[in-house]
């Protein structure tokens, strides 16, 4: 059972809590309301394992007594081309109960948007309640918790975040108390604004004591001086930008809320005692039984109060942006997302590319799981028999002890195992969603070849990946996306098939017909419905490079000669945006401080031991 931090909030902090009575913890939760101390943390290297016991948002880190095995211990991930991965899901339930039950059941349905941390947040006379954790829903919660949170509604949150104790402080949903009451929150997306909202807040004295951009939300409601209190949670989301999907829960009431461009799902749905559940995914409101009834529309805030729902279109009205990657990759197929069926887009993704390009076979496999969709729908379409040459481990943990003889391929080898009675002389058409930076689907290319496969042919069901993902998703940089620096032919040659073929982009779109101006495709397309605000300047290989803000075109420092022929062997299909570049060196250090000036601003970073 993994650590869990339990926390209660009340708007009249003076009442008892019923959960947790030690005069120590209600002294420091009164001083929640006022200020949020900084928490401190040991500096163990992350892959520690942690137990922590704290009042969200404040966290309190402890190591661990559990010892570390003896032998190599390797993270699997190091080895692995990971997939762009989703930052979070959210639940929220009004009007049952069993609150936070259902919401436990519901956030164990969207756990694949986020296993690193989970949370539960229910009110109960006038009290928020509050138990969150590392690791899996089923980790952290269990009966006795579940016991400690009683009330009729709830929130909650699944999360993905990088490892370590910088985690450990930001697993939602935070609670917080502000002059009228309380209030908790879960988001799912990410703010571009942050770091200047946070700027601005701290510079007036707001104290924050978690690194989410979600803290900036409860901060922006606190000094909102809108009446009534989801006009605060209005006036607030005015000013973010980005993408977010939310759940608030106070007092009595439950909100929900999405951003403008609809980035990310929510859906709201009832059960037929008259509950009211919102899910990132349908897949949720299936588990609970609840029906589904609609989307929480771009730019909508539904407030639930005494089982009524009042729908307030408060906020501006852009062109809407909903992320088609959640169709590509994260949704569950059994999930309806923006009114359309995941699985049914995923069959259709795959039939396009038997269509499009295809290729003489005996027999189609997929890359679990996610592939499996566009894979049967390819095999469907080319009339070539789907059958499972691949066999994806559910058992396998994120770290592995390896042996000293080093193994190769080792952490794909843990995840999938090749079927070689599927594969021996045959011509084999794998299908995956998506390329990232191109190792991992080197590995699964040789994998299937040392299994017997005559020929490897592989068929990506998205567009190649050229851009980062501001709104919410982890990918990797610009530079390590292998479509940003290499053709197709050129990633053909480098995972060693015999031939390769992504999704056409104007495909997707043609398929997604009058819907297609309504989807964001940033990340294939480099067209950023909303700009990042923020320049990050970074070290490759011997040049500094960032993003310019505006046009988010590659900065870079050239400094002409060998600079520049490094440039162009990184970055060929991108145009720079540069205009000058200086760098200082700082003998103290050693480090570099460059400063890049561009058509539409300014980035600077020091970097250390730049060549
Ligand atoms: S950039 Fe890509 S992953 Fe991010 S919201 Fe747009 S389509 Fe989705």
Same mark, same amino acid.
């Given at each position: ?37 900084? /928490? ?16 969200? /948002? ?59 941390? *989970? ?60 002059? !009228? ?54 006036? *607030? ?80 009205? /852009? ?5 088609? !990657? ?52 390819? *095999? ?5 028999? !789907? ?30 195992? /090749? ?29 299937? +070849? ?73 990340? !294939? ?61 700082? +003998? ?19 970097? +250390?031991?730049?060549?």
């Amino acid at each position: 059972m993994a650590a869990a931090h339990i926390s209660t909030l009340s708007s009249s902090l003076e009442k008892k809590s019923n959960i947790l009575s030690s005069k120590i913890l209600r002294a420091h939760l009164f001083s929640l309301s006022k200020t949020l101390r900084k /928490p401190s943390f040991p500096s163990e290297p992350h892959k520690q394992s942690l137990i922590c016991s704290s009042k969200n /948002p404040i966290s309190d880190v402890i190591l661990s007594s559990r010892g570390k095995p003896d032998g190599k211990i390797v993270d699997i991930n190091e080895y692995d081309d990971e997939k762009p991965r989703e930052e979070c899901g959210v639940v929220g339930i009004y009007g049952d109960p069993e609150a936070s039950r259902l919401c436990y059941l519901a956030l164990h349905a969207l756990q694949h948007r986020g296993q690193e941390g *989970a949370g539960i947040v229910t009110v109960h006379d006038n009290v928020l309640q509050s138990i969150t954790g590392v690791g899996l829903v089923s980790e952290v919660f269990d009966e006795s918790k579940l016991d400690q949170l009683p009330g009729n509604s709830a929130i909650g949150h699944v999360r993905y975040s990088t490892a370590g104790a910088s985690m450990l402080k930001n697993v939602q949903p935070f609670v917080s108390g502000y002059r !009228f009451g309380s209030v908790g929150v879960a988001h799912n997306g990410n703010l571009v604004n942050y770091k200047a909202l946070r700027a601005m807040l701290e510079d007036n004295g707001s104290i924050f004591n978690t690194s989410s951009d979600t803290e900036v939300v409860l901060h922006l409601i606190a000094i909102s001086k809108a009446r009534p209190f989801f006009m605060r949670i209005v006036d *607030a989301c005015e000013k973010l930008e980005g993408s977010y999907s939310m759940v608030f829960l106070t007092e009595d009431k439950l909100v929900a809320v999405r951003d403008p461009f609809g980035f990310r799902p929510l859906v709201m749905g009832r059960r037929s005692n008259g509950a009211v559940v919102f899910a990132s995914e349908t897949a949720a409101l299936d588990l609970v039984e609840a029906t589904y009834e609609r989307e929480v529309y771009p730019g909508e805030v539904l407030v639930v109060d005494r089982g009524e729902v009042q729908s307030l279109c408060l906020m501006r009205h /852009p062109e809407p942006k909903a992320c088609i !990657f959640e169709h590509i990759y994260f949704a569950l197929p059994n999930s309806v997302v923006f009114g359309r069926s995941v699985y049914e887009s995923r069959h259709a993704y795959g039939e396009i590319l038997a269509t499009e390009a295809p290729v003489d076979c005996d027999v189609v496999i997929a890359v679990p799981d996610s592939g499996v969709v566009a894979a049967l729908g390819y *095999a469907a379409k080319a009339g070539v028999p !789907f059958q499972q040459g691949l066999i994806r481990s559910h058992y396998v943990g994120r770290t592995f002890i390896e042996p000293s003889q080093r193994i190769r391929d080792f952490g794909v080898k843990l995840k999938l195992s /090749p079927v070689r009675a599927v594969l021996e002389g045959k011509r084999v058409v794998v299908v995956d969603d998506s390329i990232v930076r191109g190792t991992t689907s080197s590995k699964i290319v040789r994998l299937l +070849k040392e299994a017997g496969a005559k020929e490897v042919h592989m068929r990506i069901a998205s567009p190649p990946i050229i851009g980062s993902c501001y709104y919410g998703v982890d990918t990797p940089s610009p530079e390590e996306l292998i479509s940003n620096r290499m053709s197709v032919e050129e990633i053909r040659e480098f995972i060693g098939a015999d031939s390769l073929t992504y999704l056409p982009f104007d495909s997707l779109k043609k398929l997604l017909g009058s819907d297609s101006p309504n989807f964001c495709y940033a990340c !294939f397309s480099g067209m950023y419905p909303i700009l990042p605000r923020e320049v990050k300047v970074k070290r490759v290989g011997n040049l500094a490079v960032g993003r310019c803000p505006t046009c988010i075109r590659i900065m870079s420092l050239t400094g002409g000669g060998k600079f520049l022929k490094e440039f162009k062997r990184i970055y060929r299909n991108d145009i720079p945006c540069k205009m000058r570049g200086d760098y200082d060196h700082d +003998k103290e250090t050693r480090a570099v401080k460059v400063v890049l000036t561009y058509r539409h601003g300014v980035g600077n970073s020091m970097i +250390k031991s730049f060549a």
